[in-house]
């Protein structure tokens, strides 16, 4: 009689924390399981843009875009042509992560499904806040640039006021990046997406939504902060009888190593009962809204785990020679390292010969690659 009740009371236990489990995996991914709208960074424009009437008001082109929400859909709708600026930013954005990643264990490699960066999405680590920011940094500047170039109908050149340090005699003006429009329109963008589904107050998926706001937030000001005065002369012979000034964005590969510092020391938070982001630890400092933020300690990247995202080092090009995070020690995680040898014979010392040929050698190099373990 006993072990039946020992044996009903285990069953009832494991069927307790088997909807405890479905319940927290429900709330984990619920959120985004529309996909995101990283996938805009994947559409082809180039391909839709032989297509007749394709931002006119008949066209459903915003409804074949995946991962957008409702309300990014609205925005879309209303402003068509801005969404190729959009996807070139996007894209743009994926492509500066890959570089500043590429010797890192987490490389910033995109998936095939509407996640782009695969399960790492569903995880609020340091990974996430900087592809946020480079996402949101990669459509302002770049439809910031696209309103300087004329391509977008509510938008031309920037209208910014007059610095008050430039020099009297010289000319404000040109047609700058409209870097106020960029921002104002990726904030309504992007940041709708956080702010349309409502969510339990100090929850888990607030959280994450004011995480996600605040790094977006952060990528449109590293844009700003980056923007720069820019001047040129003109006159006859170099004499610069008139020089005339506007304002101009950095590149976003200036801005993307400025991100990924911000990303180096990024802060971990966590949400409050009162729906506010606090510190973790009070011993930090607290962050600015140019400084990116976390919630959750990101996953080993150093082992192959499919249901976190993490590829795994091992296969990867290393520098032996390196004590940095793209040395074999570090990158391999402590596995060691293949090294293979290659011959490669290629033309040397060619010189050219009157009339009218050149005479190369052929040198045989002899190169070594370093893959982890």
């Known amino acids: 009689m006993a072990s039946s009740s020992v044996f009903r009371f285990l069953i009832l236990l494991a069927a307790l ?30 391909k839709w843009s032989n297509q ?3 931002f006119s008001d008949k ?8 991962g957008l929400t409702p309300g990014q859909r609205r925005v879309c709708r209303r402003h068509k042509d801005h969404m190729p600026a959009v996807a070139v930013g996007v894209k743009n954005g994926i492509t500066e992560c ?11 490699t995109v998936t095939t499904d509407d996640t782009v960066f695969g399960p790492l999405t569903f995880i609020a680590s340091r990974e996430t806040a900087f592809t946020h ?9 770049s439809v910031s640039r696209a309103c300087r170039d004329g391509r977008l109908a509510s938008c031309g050149c920037s209208r910014a006021a007059r610095p008050r340090n430039l020099h009297n005699e010289w000319v404000w003006g040109g047609c700058g990046d409209n870097l106020e429009y960029g921002y104002k329109f990726t904030e309504g963008f992007v940041d709708i997406r956080e702010r349309e589904r409502k969510v339990k107050r100090g929850s888990r998926e607030q959280g994450r939504q004011l995480m996600n706001r605040h790094n977006n937030e952060a990528g449109r000001r590293a844009v700003i902060k980056k923007s720069r005065v820019t001047c040129k002369c ?5 004499s610069c009888s008139l020089i005339t000034c506007w304002q101009q964005l950095a590149s976003l590969r200036e801005i993307g190593d400025y991100l990924r510092d911000k990303y180096d020391g990024a802060t971990e938070v966590k949400v409050s009962r009162r729906g506010k982001l606090r510190l973790s630890n009070p011993h ?47 990158l391999c995680c402590g596995r060691g390292y293949n090294t ?28 070594e690659i370093y893959t982890c373990k």
């Open 98 to 108: 890959q570089h500043q990643f590429r010797d890192r264990r987490w490389n910033c």
């Open 59 to 66: 066209s459903r082109m915003c409804s074949r875009i995946r």
């Open 340 to 367: 293979k040898r290659t011959t490669v014979r290629e033309r040397c010392g060619c010189k050219f010969h009157w009339c009218c040929h050149v005479r190369c050698n052929t040198c045989v190099k002899t190169t």
């Open 133 to 141: 920011a480079i996402t949101a940094a990669g459509v302002s500047l």
């Open 17 to 46: 924390v088997w909807i405890v489990a479905t319940e927290d995996g429900r709330r984990r991914r619920e959120p985004w399981t529309n996909g995101s709208w990283f996938t805009m960074g994947l559409v082809e424009f180039e």
């Open 52 to 54: 007749t009437e394709l």
């Open 284 to 330: 930090y400092s607290l962050p600015t809204a140019q400084d990116l933020v976390y919630l959750e300690d990101s996953p080993n990247y150093c082992v192959k785990n499919s249901s976190l995202g993490s590829l795994g080092t091992t296969g990867r090009v290393c520098n032996r020679t390196s004590a940095g995070i793209d040395g074999c020690a570090l």
């Open 234 to 238: 003109h006159g006859v012979s170099g």
